[in-house]
């Protein structure tokens, strides 16, 4: 993948199995459950899961516990940060560029609210 394309990550389940467990554990995202039996294992990733696993798509999305919808949040916030940081630069710079195009504005503003009041 080229470096300015973003990675596409899909939800996969699988039943809940140690080589499952050894599988996904390669993995960034997984999370093994054994509630509701009898017990899942989901993996957040960006690569080509194997066949006999589930993609979990919007419209499965209600199978989902609350804790693995927390958890699948915390993995988009993860990697919103990874992209944030991998961005710092450009980033911050935009943002001191836009400060001090704002500063500049702010000292036109009072100067031609002086001239106004006949300071």
């Known amino acids: 993948?080229?470096?300015?394309?973003?990675?596409?990550?899909?939800?996969?389940a699988r039943p809940l199995t140690a080589a499952n467990i050894e599988a996904a554990a390669g993995e960034r995202f997984y999370r093994a459950t054994a509630s509701p039996l009898p017990g899942y294992v989901l993996v957040y990733t960006e690569r080509t899961v194997p066949k006999?696993?589930?993609?979990?798509?919007?419209?499965?999305?209600?199978?989902?516990?609350?804790?693995?919808t927390r958890w699948?949040?915390?993995?988009?916030?993860?990697l919103a940060a990874d992209e944030l940081k991998k961005h710092e630069p450009e980033i911050l710079k935009g943002l001191s560029e836009k400060m001090e195009t704002l500063e500049q504005e702010?000292?036109?503003?009072?100067?031609?609210?002086?001239?106004?009041s006949g300071e």
């Open 106 to 116: 702010l000292k036109a503003r009072k100067k031609q609210m002086n001239q106004e």
């Open 1 to 12: 993948m080229k470096t300015d394309e973003k990675a596409t990550y899909r939800l996969y």
């Open 52 to 68: 006999e696993a589930t993609e979990i798509t919007a419209d499965k999305a209600d199978l989902l516990s609350p804790a693995d």
């Open 72 to 78: 699948l949040m915390d993995c988009a916030a993860a």
